[in-house]
């Protein structure tokens, strides 16, 4: 009992805050509309196929505000141990594991949020949206932003201090963007980086958006739903445990 | 069960040094205990031992009869904390935080109105409430706080230095709401502290704590009547021939009211019987052995005199090193 109300304020909490940023939610759907029209705007004389190369920007945009919003919600443990809150969480009689997952799925949460803000600008682009399209989307946008939730409580779990937020920034999230084919199709680009990306958890998420919104992708649903799904399962068990060995 | 804090050889070391070195102490239900002590004397520490949020190199305690060791949890239920550093959530309101606090030590639901209610009362934050953390002043911050680990009827609620870096005025107010919900909620409060003044007002017992090691416990009175008289300090005109002060130091041990002597360079402390009688006597004795007295008072002792007879320095020399003051200044920005 004590166990679920500790997920469920350690979750709401995170809503909370994300709630009465107003300005954090306005920036964090800004940026991935900027890309969306400048770059989608930029590259309208390229079509892919069937699709204009807006549309086909869409879902990986979506999926890299999942993947922005979650790992910093992540790592943002950091400034709870920084100004002294985490150590009321974790003096509290409520096990370690509890509060990781409410972490992670407020972190959660509020990624779906935002990633359902962007979808629901689809219109703009006529883009219709199904009622198959929409769930499979919101089950990507859950395994996915579980799984790079952990991935930031696993990064803050061992970070000393939020200075070394950027060379996170840098040299993790932005990889994981470029090497996912979120902003070009993987099948056409060289195949050292069609290598690489293959082993990108994003890639799958992406394609796997890309299936559901605009009917086009390159590996099969299921392919991609089991890739993330092990990802996320993979990630949660690594971060329950980092979570659970911190001081 | 008889005593709710009662430890036995607690000790804890990080690397070779000993910060808390076989502790025995033994709390009765009800009392405010202190832990008095310069920064670094280990009663941070010990506070932690007994949150369970640092596990003892040897020995052990018990809280409310529960083992620190074998049932964490149970001792986490049984205690509140305020933590020497702020460890609100400031981007959410006070009963916000409050609500969360309650929900994470799992307050029963149809309680938990009215006992944050209750609280906000105590603390005196009822119009205040409903506003972000970040709006409140230092001492509200605080209080808020103190509030926050009453909320789950803690048995035992420990403060660890709850007036640091805040202003005089705020910190006798802190002081209030300390003494006032002792009477209300009839809990045990330990509560560590650098402050002399803290410890004399608010504490029954206080235990004078350095280098881990206990070196004095018991009523803020009795431990002032340890050193059995008065303190008269006298200070003297020393000359580049001679220092007077150390001569006359010299010769008024031989007094026999005089129990000790304390040579500080040009001033000396003497502990007395019975300091107002003792004045004129070492003033005419001063003047036949040709010794000009600049200055003379008599006080009762403070817990600073208790504290340096047991350690032999001032509290104060140490209470303000670097990191202290940065932690201060931290606070007062917040």
């Not at chain 1, 996320?232 to 068990?237: D, F, K, L, P, Y």
């Not at chain 2, 502790?23 to 009800?30: A, F, P, S, T, Y």
């Not at chain 2, 010990?46 to 949150?51: A, G, K, Q, R, V």
């Not at chain 2, 007879?309 to 202290?324: F, L, M, N, P």
């Amino acid at each position: 009992m004590s166990e679920i109300d500790g997920v469920y304020w350690v979750w709401l909490r995170e809503l909370i805050r994300f709630w009465r940023f107003k300005s954090r939610i306005l920036t964090s759907i800004i940026q991935p509309l900027l890309f969306l029209i400048v770059l989608g705007g930029g590259f309208s004389f390229v079509s892919l196929g069937s699709v204009n190369y807006q549309s086909f920007l869409f879902p990986g945009i979506i999926a890299m505000s999942l993947l922005f919003s979650s790992i910093s919600s992540g790592i943002s443990v950091i400034w709870d141990r920084e100004f002294g809150f985490l150590k009321e969480i974790l003096v509290a009689p409520v096990s370690r594991l509890s509060i990781f997952f409410g972490k992670a799925l407020g972190g959660a949460s509020t990624a779906i949020i935002q990633g359902l803000i962007i979808l629901a600008l689809s219109f703009i682009l006529s883009i219709v949206i199904t009622p198959s399209s929409f769930l499979i989307s919101l089950a990507v946008m859950l395994i996915f932003s579980l799984g790079m939730v952990s991935v930031g409580l696993i990064i803050a779990s061992f970070l000393e201090s939020f200075e070394s937020f950027g060379v996170i920034m840098n040299l993790l999230i932005f990889p994981i963007f470029l090497l996912s084919g979120a902003l070009f199709p993987l099948n056409e680009a060289p195949e050292w980086l069609k290598a690489i990306s293959m082993f990108n958890p994003m890639t799958y998420a992406t394609d796997a958006l890309r299936g559901a919104i605009i009917g086009t992708s390159t590996l099969p649903l299921m392919y991609d739903f089991i890739v993330i799904s092990v990802f996320s399962v993979v990630m949660i068990i690594i971060g329950g445990i980092s979570f659970n060995r911190q001081k | 069960m008889e005593f709710v804090i009662e430890t036995k050889n607690l000790t804890r070391k990080f690397g070779d040094l000993v910060a808390v070195d076989n502790l025995n102490i033994q709390v009765k239900e009800g009392e405010i205990f202190g832990f008095l002590g310069p920064n670094g004397a280990g009663k941070t520490t010990t506070i932690s031992m007994f949150c369970t949020i640092l596990k003892p190199t040897s020995g052990t305690a018990t809280i409310n009869g529960f083992d620190i060791i074998k049932n964490r949890g149970q001792v986490r239920k049984s205690i509140g904390i305020v933590f020497q550093d702020p460890s609100l959530d400031d981007r959410l309101t006070g009963e916000e935080n409050l609500k969360m606090h309650a929900g994470l030590y799992g307050v029963p639901k149809t309680e938990r109105k009215k006992r944050i209610e209750e609280v906000l009362e105590i603390v005196e934050l009822k119009d205040r409430a409903k506003s972000i953390v970040r709006t409140y002043s230092g001492g509200m911050k605080r209080r808020l706080e103190i509030g926050r680990g009453l909320i789950h009827y803690p048995k035992i609620l420990f403060l660890d230095e709850p007036t640091l870096g805040l202003d005089p005025q705020t910190r006798t107010h802190i002081w209030d709401y300390i003494r006032k919900l002792a009477k209300k909620e009839k809990i045990t409060i330990m509560l560590t502290t650098h402050y002399m003044e803290e410890a004399d007002e608010l504490c029954d017992r206080i235990a004078i704590i350095d280098h881990g090691k206990i070196v004095a416990l018991d009523t803020s009175i009795n431990l002032k009547n340890s050193l059995e008289g008065d303190l008269i300090t006298i200070e003297c005109k020393n000359t580049p021939e001679c220092n007077v002060t150390n001569v006359l130091a010299e010769k008024v041990k031989t007094l026999d009211f005089v129990l000790n002597v304390k040579n500080m360079d040009d001033k000396l402390n003497l502990f007395v019987k019975n300091g107002e009688t003792a004045v004129p006597k070492i003033l005419d004795f001063a003047r036949e052995n040709n010794i000009q007295v600049y200055s003379t008072s008599v006080r009762k002792p403070t817990l600073n005199d208790v504290f340096i007879k047991y350690t032999g320095r001032e509290i104060r020399e140490e209470g303000a090193d670097s990191k202290e003051g940065m932690r201060e200044r931290a606070r007062m920005r917040r």
